[in-house]
């Protein structure tokens, strides 16, 4: 049904595959808008006709992210996949899970991406008891750390979770998403892809899960498709770079530019 109606969407109004309905409608109350770098108005109305151009040929980025791996198989596939194509993304790590699999973490880290803590046991931040919320990223830290080489690891808590009490203890960025297909739920490559086309807009963060081999086929499929368009792959570290946001520690991102609020 929604590939349905996304292809009539755009048949209809000659738009891009961006105007399709959002699998899931983000509530513009739960967000906030952060620093972006965008360019004034009265500065565009001077450039000439080639560099507008040659602005509008940018090419356009988003960020790929993946949860709740790494996990042999799957995600190794998924490296092969991302190198073959050139493409960044951003690993949200269970920590409980790097014990042999520091060569997935170590292949990450070479080929570019960027790897983040997603907490030791995968846990409930916003109902765990704040001395379990430090000892969870701590914990799941030193693993990364062991693995990879020292480095910031971003948090993205698990399901998204958190409150502004347990946030104010966190020593990092964190990470949301704006565009969740719910890949575990659908475990079905054809309508995670078109649920992520359906949405995608530049500057998101695409929210799916190496775990599982159908979100792993969908995301490299995503990658051709949107590279096609292009699109670039990059990590949210670079995303925020380019962007030209200052990520701030203790901070909730949906993208660079849209905070999202903790309730
Ligand atoms: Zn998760």
């Known amino acids: ?49 080639a560099t507008l ?6 090419p ?21 996949g991302l190198l073959e194509r050139g493409a960044a993304a951003t690993f949200f790590v269970i920590g409980s899970q790097v014990p042999g699999n520091e060569w ?14 997603h907490t030791y046991s995968h846990v409930r931040l916003k109902t765990a008891d704040k001395d379990s919320v430090v000892e969870e990223i701590h914990k799941a830290e030193v693993l990364l750390k062991e693995a990879a080489g020292e480095g910031s690891f971003w948090l993205r808590p698990p399901y ?14 964190m990470v949301y998403w704006s565009v969740d297909p719910q890949d575990w739920k659908l475990l079905d490559t054809e309508k995670v892809v ?6 995608v807009q530049p500057g998101d963060i695409i929210l799916l899960h190496d775990f599982y081999s159908t979100s792993v086929k969908a995301a490299l499929e ?18 925020f770079r380019i962007q030209g946001v200052e990520p701030q520690a203790g901070t909730l991102y949906a993208r660079p530019d849209r905070i999202k609020t903790l309730s």
């Not at 151009?53 to 940018?58: F, G, I």
């Not at 078109?194 to 949405?199: E, G, I, P, Q, R």
């Not at 995503?222 to 699109?231: F, K, N, S, T």
């Open 1 to 49: 049904m929604k590939k349905a109606f996304c292809v009539v969407l755009t048949g209809l109004f000659l738009l891009p595959a961006a105007a399709c309905a959002r699998p899931v409608e983000p509530d513009p109350s739960a967000y906030s808008a952060a620093g972006t770098a965008e360019i004034p108005v009265e500065i565009l109305g001077e450039l000439d006709e």
């Open 53 to 58: 151009a040659d602005l509008v040929d940018e």
């Open 60 to 80: 356009k980025y988003v960020a790929l992210t993946f949860d709740d791996g790494p996990r042999e198989d799957t995600t190794a596939a998924l490296l092969d």
């Open 104 to 117: 997935l973490l170590q292949r990450m880290k070479a080929e570019g991406h960027q790897i983040g803590n």
């Open 160 to 173: 998204g979770a958190l409150d502004g009490q347990r946030a104010a203890l966190i020593k990092t960025p």
């Open 194 to 199: 078109d649920a992520v086309l359906c949405a």
């Open 222 to 239: 995503i990658v051709d498709r949107l590279q096609a368009e292009g699109y670039d792959f990059v990590t949210v570290e670079e995303l």
